[in-house]
């Protein structure tokens, strides 16, 4: 049984410079009414080390930023729809938000909320092992408020939904139940799962940006796999558009032995998983787009899967038939690198190899002659030194040039040993 108070945890388990941020609020904070809140409590209870945390406030969020700011904590404050305020303090970013109720006008909408107690706010929250709260006050650090008998669910790993409407006022905890039981080795109690299957269908009332925002934060997990097959075991994925061949797909690559030693550090793993469920779409690559809204880079990765079946597979077949480094490179280089990644994954043998040899080492092939190089060598400034410079990195693609001297000889053969060349040449 634990006590009504973790402030060893809290110590233990915040790294100082965020412990210390709590201790100052909570000191500025009238007694009793500041709360580390939600996931955080749940990780310092499993022994985990939040990296960050949420603040609720009893009373007026902004009114202790603004303090915060007089008191010279913070630097600066913004505000959002939902009575909740950013601090930044030191290197960090805070959010606080006013202790709340929350009301659905149908199911799918966002929330109108209100000023209430922390045990309402508590009350509004998606499980019991996330509603719990941990007073920063000064003269109660570390007092517990567990109305839901959340302790109890996270020592035993259950994910409890509050009440029976839970999943039809916000679908989004559907995808949210499945990325905690995957992460936290968490499982459904009977309720709540028979809630949540009974609910399935209203995972269609979110509207598309939430849809995909919570399906981003899916694909960052460590085991996205694992919450997908949750989320198909409980229904969810027969009301998504696109959906039904998810699974297979997925898990057919995460089974793969082909590791992923290529993985390009600028790809987010959000885009590659678009990416790959848009191999396994068929033709339906405009109706994933709607229903996600995918934009920015996540919606160039899918259209380059697209242009990949259409005319990039036969384009790679004709450069294999020449083999050169320089034409795999000059055709790969027009796709989003977390398409690459996806192809790496999905495709052929022959296309794997290439695209790890793009992704790991030709794309960052330069040749040591720059510019004002070429200049000196009598190259006239123009379109001209762009195109001996593509040239030269064509050539120690292809091993033609293996260092700085082979470069300016070749430079040299191309102006007519020594000439000054001009734009028209």
């Known amino acids: 049984m634990m006590s009504n108070s973790i402030a060893l945890e809290l110590g233990q388990k915040l790294e100082p410079d965020l412990l210390e941020t709590c201790r100052t609020l909570g000191g500025i904070a009238e007694q009793g009414t500041l709360f580390i809140v939600g996931g955080a409590v749940r990780d310092i209870l499993l022994g985990r080390n939040p990296v960050e945390v949420d603040l609720v406030v009893q009373g007026d969020a902004e009114d202790l930023a603004q ?4 008191f010279r904590l913070a630097r600066r404050t913004t505000a959002s729809q939902f009575m909740t305020v950013k601090l930044t303090i030191g290197t960090r970013d805070m959010d606080i938000a006013t202790a709340r ?11 109108d909320v209100a000023p209430a107690d922390i045990k309402t706010d508590l009350g509004r929250r998606d499980f019991a092992a996330n509603a719990i709260a941990v007073s920063i006050g000064s003269m109660d650090f570390g007092r517990v408020i567990d109305p839901h008998r959340g302790v109890n669910d996270v020592q035993a790993g259950v994910l409890r939904a509050l009440h029976a409407g839970s999943f039809r006022d916000d679908a989004t905890r559907m995808i949210r139940a499945a990325r905690y039981a995957s992460r936290l080795r968490f499982r459904l109690n009977s309720e709540t799962e028979a809630w949540l299957k009974n609910d399935a269908s209203s995972i269609g009332t979110v509207g598309p940006d939430r849809l995909r925002n919570e399906f981003n934060r899916l694909w960052r997990e460590k085991a996205p796999i694992e919450g997908l097959i949750n989320l198909q075991s409980w229904g969810v994925l027969d009301h998504l558009p696109t959906a039904s061949n998810w699974v297979s797909g997925l898990y057919s690559f995460s089974m793969s032995d082909r590791e992923a030693a290529a993985r390009p550090d600028d790809a987010d793993d959000a885009d590659v998983h678009w990416a790959l469920i848009a191999t396994t779409v068929g033709a339906e690559y405009d109706t994933l787009i709607d229903t996600f809204h995918l934009a920015g880079s996540s919606r160039r990765a899918v259209d380059d899967i697209r242009l990949w079946k ?51 080492t030709w794309r960052h092939v330069q040749p040591e002659l720059n510019g004002n ?3 000196e060598m009598g190259v006239l400034q123009g379109p001209l030194v762009g195109k001996f410079l ?3 990195r064509k050539a120690r693609l292809d091993n033609l040039v293996l260092s700085r001297d082979d470069e300016a000889q ?14 028209e040449s």
């Open 67 to 70: 303090r915060a700011v007089q």
């Open 101 to 111: 109720s929350e009301t659905y006008a149908s199911p799918g909408a966002l929330p």
């Open 310 to 360: 259409e005319s990039g597979l036969t384009a790679f077949r004709e450069a294999s038939e020449v083999g050169r480094p320089s034409n795999f490179t000059e055709l790969l280089s027009h796709y989003e690198p977390a398409a690459l990644e996806a192809l790496y994954l999905t495709g052929d043998a022959a296309a794997a190899r290439a695209i790890a040899s793009y992704l790991g």
């Open 373 to 375: 190089d070429l200049l």
């Open 390 to 392: 593509d040239q030269l």
């Open 410 to 423: 070749l430079v040299r053969q191309w102006t007519g040993h020594g000439s000054v060349v001009s734009d």
